[in-house]
């Protein structure tokens, strides 16, 4: 069973999804209300329980001072690029893009922000253990730490949003949403 609750804090705000089984700790731990349920159940042999697809925190998560740090991650790095190839310039998917360090690892390049942009697999394999000068190859744009993560942040990357969660979601179209679907199993 593959389910996910969305998250929102204590003014509705979405913040983000957990799995069926987070969700359901943090309504026994009382830190959570369920806002929506979905069709699923889980039964034990005393009780069964509605699975979640959408809860609430009771407590109120200031969300500024969260904002102002963003995880270094893959995923990150690809909405900080746009999908975009940072030497090509041709947008993609995910799934057809690599990282590749501007100062390779070889020449002492570190795993930060500033060294790692989204390259499709070509360009990255142009450019292999060389610098962008050596490969005679041009960034689009320098890397850097962003202070904020664009809105499509929200979506986490994944593929379908549930219909109970497009209430608290800005999404304009089924296909601008990127969240599990909780109505769907493995």
């Given at each position: 069973m593959?389910?996910?609750a969305l998250v929102l804090n204590a003014s509705f705000e979405p913040i983000h999804f957990v799995s069926w089984q987070r969700a359901i700790q943090l309504l026994f731990q009382g830190k959570?209300?369920?806002v929506?349920?979905?069709e699923r159940e889980i039964r034990t042999v005393k009780f069964a329980i509605k699975v979640p697809s959408v809860l609430r925190l009771l407590s109120y998560i200031p969300?500024?001072?969260k904002r102002q740090i963003v995880r270094f991650s893959r995923e990150n790095i690809f909405l900080r690029d746009n999908y975009q190839c940072q030497y090509c310039g041709k947008k993609m998917g995910k799934q057809h893009l690599t990282l590749d360090h501007v100062s390779p690892v070889v020449q002492g390049g570190k795993k930060s922000w500033e060294n790692i942009v989204s390259s499709c697999k070509q360009c990255n394999q142009k450019k292999g253990g060389r610098t962008p000068q050596e490969a005679h190859m041009k960034l689009i744009r320098k890397?850097?730490?962003?202070?904020?993560?664009p809105r499509?942040?929200?979506y986490f990357g994944v593929t379908v949003s549930p219909?109970?969660?497009k209430t608290y979601l800005l999404i304009k179209s089924p296909n601008d949403a990127t969240l599990p679907d909780p109505d769907e199993s493995d």
């Open positions: 593959s389910t996910y959570a209300e369920v929506e349920e979905s969300l500024s001072k890397p850097t730490q962003p202070t904020w993560l499509s942040a929200l219909e109970k969660w």
